[in-house]
């Protein structure tokens, strides 16, 4: 990453405003990088907690010349005292956890305040082969379903009891726009499997996010047909990441700025990534309104390892997506994770149960984010039997996903310094040691 005093060389960092480049290594023949990230942000920063290394250990790097910081920060500070020692607190939220006295701020806890709403819903994935794990078993909760799995446009809800179609929930959909959702009250063991007969459907999903994204697989053309819809802002940049919950995933992202150009990226972790060769075909670009759809096609194969790789044999896709707040590809001002359900055109798609999930949103991140959390279940641990909060939703009370970059951590009629903008500066300190390689010793 480099800092170009604001000259537009290509694209953004996140979160970083910086534009980021390669250079050649100046020292190649070195096993010692010549860049090196340094993340020591292990909670507690403002309780002094001891950041290093263990003895004999170290973080190497080759003469460095410039660093750059990416502060996580929580504002803490009381504005009716004098900043220094001892440490008082200001005004705390209603989920504070903090004790009397406490000589800590409670918001370093990141607690669910009233801005921060749960979610807990029923969840669907569409299935076009085999049979439900679990099946949807009324015929209410079939016919509501159609809205979470992106049906679409549904003409007409049916109650039958019919061994030629799979049972449980379905829809059906034939080449026109229309979906007829289905509940069969047929037992399972007899009824039909879920998909069409044909080795070849045309698969078919929308889902509507930050922005409205379509997807079409055609399987009878050969290598197959994507074809990609994306309805976004007509002026602002958006852009979509394939096969992905998060920016960690690296995914192929397809970017639409705010003047109609359309490109291709590998996103990296916390970072824009680098610039993947096109390979999509523009189908159509247009604006109506406030809007821009652009559609896009492309075979079903990556043209490099880079590029995602659709599979027919899916029934859904995970996906982020963002928009920007202005026409260059720089930091999202949304951005959201979400799951395109696929369906079958012309035959039965089976629609199955997968469970209660939770979602956190907030006033200042109004997208609904998945609370996932790898808590394994007995016997290999307990938490999840006991309801412990770091695993539960309905228990969480505060942490990272109630900490959302821009979250206010007062609650909503809390406002003590209206107009009082802070401004803050930041010291560091560097300790290192010249590196001096290891040498045998004779035993």
């Known amino acids: 990453m480099v800092d170009l005093d604001g000259m537009d060389e290509g694209v953004n960092g996140h979160p970083l405003l910086m534009n980021a480049f390669a250079i050649n290594d100046p020292n190649p023949d070195s096993v010692i990088p010549t860049s090196q990230f340094f993340s020591e942000g292990n909670g507690g920063e403002?309780?002094?907690?001891?950041?290093?290394?263990?003895?004999?250990?170290?973080?190497?790097?080759?003469?460095?010349?410039?660093?750059?910081?990416?502060?996580?920060?929580?504002?803490?500070?009381?504005?009716?005292?004098?900043?220094?020692?001892?440490?008082?607190?200001?005004?705390?939220?209603?989920?504070?956890?903090?004790?009397?006295?406490?000589?800590?701020?409670?918001?370093?806890?990141?607690?669910?305040?009233?801005?921060?709403?749960?979610?807990?819903?029923?969840?669907?994935?569409?299935?076009?082969?085999?049979?439900?794990?679990?099946?949807?078993?009324?015929?209410?909760?079939?016919?509501?379903?159609?809205?979470?799995?992106?049906?679409?446009?549904?003409?007409?809800?049916?109650?039958?009891?019919?061994?030629?179609?799979?049972?449980?929930?379905?829809?059906?959909?034939s080449t026109s726009a229309n979906v007829t959702m289905i509940f069969n009250a047929h037992p399972q063991a007899g009824a039909a499997s879920c998909g069409a007969p044909s080795e070849k459907p045309r698969l078919h999903?929308?889902?509507?996010?930050?922005?409205?994204?379509?997807?079409?697989?055609?399987?009878?053309?050969?290598?197959?047909?994507?074809?990609?819809?994306?309805?976004?802002?007509?002026?602002?940049?958006?852009?979509?990441?394939?096969?992905?919950?998060?920016?960690?995933?690296?995914?192929?992202?397809?970017?639409?700025?705010?003047?109609?150009?359309?490109?291709?990226?590998k996103l990296a972790d916390q970072s824009p990534g680098s610039r993947l060769?096109?390979?999509?075909?523009?189908?159509?670009?247009?604006?109506?309104?406030?809007?821009?759809?652009?559609?896009?096609?492309?075979?079903?194969?990556?043209?490099?390892?880079?590029?995602?790789?659709?599979n027919p044999a899916q029934s859904e896709l995970n996906f982020i997506n963002a928009i920007g707040s202005g026409p260059s590809f720089a930091y999202h001002k949304a951005r959201a994770g979400a799951t395109l359900n696929l369906h079958a055109i012309g035959a039965p798609t089976c629609i199955c149960n997968t469970g209660e999930k939770g979602y956190i949103s907030t006033d200042m991140n109004p997208g609904q984010a998945l609370f996932n959390k790898n808590c394994r279940p007995e016997p290999f641990a307990d938490l999840v039997a006991l309801k412990n909060p770091t695993c539960t939703i309905e228990q969480y009370a505060g942490g990272l996903r109630c900490c959302t970059s821009g979250n206010i951590l007062l609650d909503k009629d809390q406002n003590p310094w209206p107009d009082n903008k802070l401004t803050y500066f930041m010291k560091w300190r560097f300790w290192y040691q010249d590196y001096v390689p290891a040498t045998k010793t004779k035993p």
Request: aromatic fraction near 8%; glycine fraction near 8%; include cysteine.
């Open 205 to 265: 999903g929308m889902t509507a996010s930050f922005i409205n994204f379509t997807l079409d697989l055609d399987t009878t053309v050969e290598g197959g047909l994507a074809t990609l819809t994306l309805v976004g802002p007509a002026t602002a940049w958006f852009g979509v990441g394939l096969n992905a919950l998060q920016m960690k995933d690296t995914p192929n992202a397809i970017i639409v700025l705010g003047n109609g150009s359309v490109f291709e990226q």
């Open 46 to 173: 403002s309780r002094k907690s001891y950041h290093g290394y263990p003895r004999g250990m170290a973080q190497l790097i080759d003469s460095p010349t410039e660093f750059v910081i990416t502060p996580m920060q929580i504002d803490t500070w009381n504005r009716n005292t004098t900043y220094g020692e001892p440490f008082v607190p200001g005004p705390e939220s209603t989920a504070s956890q903090a004790p009397p006295d406490a000589i800590y701020s409670g918001h370093l806890e990141c607690p669910c305040t009233d801005r921060v709403t749960k979610t807990i819903k029923m969840t669907y994935a569409t299935q076009h082969s085999g049979r439900c794990t679990a099946a949807v078993t009324t015929a209410a909760l079939c016919f509501a379903s159609a809205a979470d799995i992106g049906a679409g446009h549904v003409s007409r809800n049916m109650t039958v009891n019919d061994a030629s179609i799979p049972a449980g929930c379905s829809l059906f959909q």
């Open 277 to 310: 060769p096109m390979s999509l075909k523009i189908v159509s670009n247009t604006v109506e309104g406030p809007n821009r759809t652009v559609v896009v096609s492309r075979p079903f194969k990556g043209m490099t390892a880079g590029h995602y790789t659709f």
